[in-house]
């Protein structure tokens, strides 16, 4: 587990200093997926370099598993880094060594010997997929097999924590999906804590447990994707499942955002609430997936007229419902969202 506690961050000469991350809390547990996604510039690459003990936070400390590392001597830091590995972009291999040799770097700089090199190589080349390409350049691999080998060389000295600095941007989607995989693989076999460090929400969505959003190098949101989904005022969980519809309905129907709530909504909430107002029920846009297991979704729906128990009826199947005060103010913000 790893804890960021009122980190902040400054950089370049007292008088002159800037500030790019401040008063940051934040925390990985173990055998978790925590996702830091932000706009370029907003400070996670900074985050990211202070988590893997790359760098000294001007204020704060840093806990792994607890303990306090932030004031550790610059020996004690780096036997602390081993429990850190790092992925980068998947263009930060060593060119002139093939994917075995670059996963056995790490190794040899800690001194472990030939055999047990070799071994511990082929080991991480299978826990990856990647057995039959030891022997290979490089440029003779694809970049989601060159993303892999990073991420057996970072696991080469068996770390607590993973930290992925945009490891899938560039890849395509089918791609990232599968790289995206053999994390939850690794979270789930080896109990890792992952740091996800990343701009695209497809990624958070897909992957993370718990994620934090940076701007301007403050947090402005945390928590549970699934929560953040579920709340309808997180702006974080609407960035998550957008709702890019352009409505279009009679004058006289009622639009209503619709947002999962909880694990026990009725599946067929959209029939019941046609039954219990009368009225005739649209569905004008939406995405309900299944997140973990658990359902999320936001929905939007127009009811062919007013009805005064549509917010309590659906508040009673977990859901919450917010009216739309009239679509063309409705269809003006979704745009400008979008
Ligand atoms: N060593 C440094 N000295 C001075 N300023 C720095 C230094 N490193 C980063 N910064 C500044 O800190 C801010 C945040 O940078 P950082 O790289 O952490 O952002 P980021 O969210 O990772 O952006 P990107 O997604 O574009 O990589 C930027 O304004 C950057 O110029």
């Not at 309808?232 to 009622?254: C, F, K, M, N, Q």
């Not at 009725?266 to 039954?275: C, M, Q, S, V, Y």
Request: net charge neutral.
């Amino acid at each position: 587990m790893i804890e960021v506690r009122s980190v902040t961050k400054r950089f370049g000469k007292k008088s002159s200093s800037v500030e790019v991350l401040h008063d940051i809390d934040f925390s990985a547990g173990t055998g978790q997926i925590a996702a830091v996604i932000g706009q370029s510039g907003a400070g996670k690459t900074t985050l990211s370099r202070i988590i893997s003990l790359l760098e000294r936070p001007s204020e704060g400390r840093i806990l792994l598993d607890g303990v306090d590392v932030s004031g550790l001597s610059e020996r004690r830091l780096r036997d602390q880094r081993r429990a850190i590995g790092t992925i980068f972009q998947a263009s930060s291999l060593l060119a002139r060594r093939t994917a075995a040799e670059n996963v056995a770097l790490p190794l040899e700089f800690a001194g472990v010997g030939r055999t047990e090199r070799r071994a511990r190589v082929e080991e991480l080349l299978g826990r990856v997929g990647l057995s039959d390409k030891a022997d290979l350049y490089p440029r003779q691999l694809s970049g989601g097999q060159r993303q892999r080998v990073g991420i057996a060389r970072s696991l080469a000295l068996a770390p607590k924590v993973l930290v992925s600095d945009e490891a899938t941007s560039g890849l395509d989607p089918s791609t990232t999906r599968s790289i995206l995989a053999l994390l939850r693989e690794l979270r789930d076999d080896l109990g890792l804590t992952i740091v996800l460090i990343t701009h695209e929400m497809d990624v958070v969505r897909q992957v993370a447990d718990v994620v934090t959003v940076l701007d301007a190098g403050r947090v402005v949101e945390s928590g549970p994707v699934i929560e953040l989904l579920r709340d309808p005022r997180s702006e974080l969980g609407v960035g998550l499942l957008p709702d890019r519809s352009h409505i279009t309905t009679a004058d006289r129907d009622v639009l209503w955002h619709v947002t999962y709530g909880s694990d026990t909504v009725p599946t067929n909430w959209i029939e019941l609430l046609g039954k219990a107002t009368g009225w005739s029920i649209g569905v004008l846009s939406g995405t309900v997936e299944s997140v973990g297991g658990r359902p999320a979704g936001r929905v939007t729906i127009s009811v062919a007229g007013e009805h005064p128990s549509v917010g309590d009826l659906l508040s009673s199947w977990g859901l919450h419902g917010t009216r739309v005060e009239n679509a063309t103010s409705a269809r003006t913000t979704e745009e400008a969202a979008a």
